[in-house]
């Protein structure tokens, strides 16, 4: 065999070891169980297809008869994506150069991973019934429920954001004499301000889907109808309140998406 083919047949080898067969076991062996964990069984939804395309059916065709109302309540649910967002991005600017490591030491990075990790790791609703029972019903509580659980999940895109960042303009604004946090305004936020910006425009995006079913347990926005509709079995009039939804989602994806263009 000639030499090239040789050293091909040597990369090939170097590909497959022991450690790697082991690795692609144990991901089967994981994948198998959560698929009985799951119950996984696709047949059962061929087979009841029939009962989903009737239950589907009668939807249509969406009663708009309250548009105002649906509107105004949807106003509420978008308010209370943008306030959620934007005190969680504040809120995470400081968590997040505190939680990464080539800016603080492990004894406190770690305890504030921590902290982003119970943020992050309950969900709005959850937080949305504590604070619905310490400040009472309506879009406040909504607000807070959104503001906890985003800082977590801001905080921890941001640090790992601040975490890849070229570390030769920090050095050079410490060799000026500057303290950490001129280190911080002026070498680490430059760098990662268009990562930020992105990931607080993705997450008010995803808030303004959260506060949409924040108002089944009382926290306001266009929820607590949803949720009456759906009690009441008025399906046509759910099928509206989605149909909005969808509009306005839609419509803050592409908003959301020119003043990232502009931004970044």
Not at 32 to 39: L, V
Request: glycine share 8%; hydrophobic share 55%.
């Amino acid at each position: 065999m000639s030499p090239a083919v040789v050293a091909m047949l040597d990369k090939e080898a170097k590909l497959v070891s022991i450690q790697r067969v082991l690795f692609f076991i144990l991901i089967a062996a994981v994948l198998i169980f959560a698929y009985h964990q799951s119950e996984l069984n696709f047949p059962v939804l061929l087979q009841r297809g029939d009962n989903m395309a009737e239950y589907i059916r009668s939807y249509f065709p969406p009663d708009f008869s309250d548009w105002k109302y649906y509107f105004s309540e949807t106003l509420i649910t978008i308010s209370m994506g943008i306030w959620g967002t934007l005190m969680a991005a504040i809120a995470a600017v400081p968590l997040s150069i505190l939680a990464s490591n080539n800016m603080c030491p492990v004894w406190i990075v770690q305890p504030t991973r921590r902290i982003l990790d119970a943020m992050r790791a309950i969900n709005e609703i959850v937080f949305a019934l504590i604070f619905v029972v310490a400040v009472g019903l309506g879009p406040f509580a909504g607000v807070l429920a959104l503001f906890v659980h985003t800082t977590g999940t801001l905080g921890k895109l941001f640090s790992e954001a601040v975490e890849s960042i070229e570390p030769g303009p920090v050095e050079g604004i410490r060799a000026t004499g500057a303290n950490q946090l001129q280190e911080v305004i002026y070498g680490v936020i430059p760098q990662v301000m268009p990562l930020w910006t992105s990931f607080t425009l993705y997450r008010f995006e995803s808030n303004v889907r959260s506060a949409s079913v924040l108002g089944i347990v009382g926290a306001g926005g266009i929820g607590v109808s949803l949720y009456q509709s759906f009690g009441a079995f008025e399906y046509q009039k759910v099928c509206a309140i989605l149909i909005i939804l969808i509009v306005a989602t839609g419509t803050i994806d592409v908003v959301s998406a020119k003043v990232r263009e502009w931004l970044v």
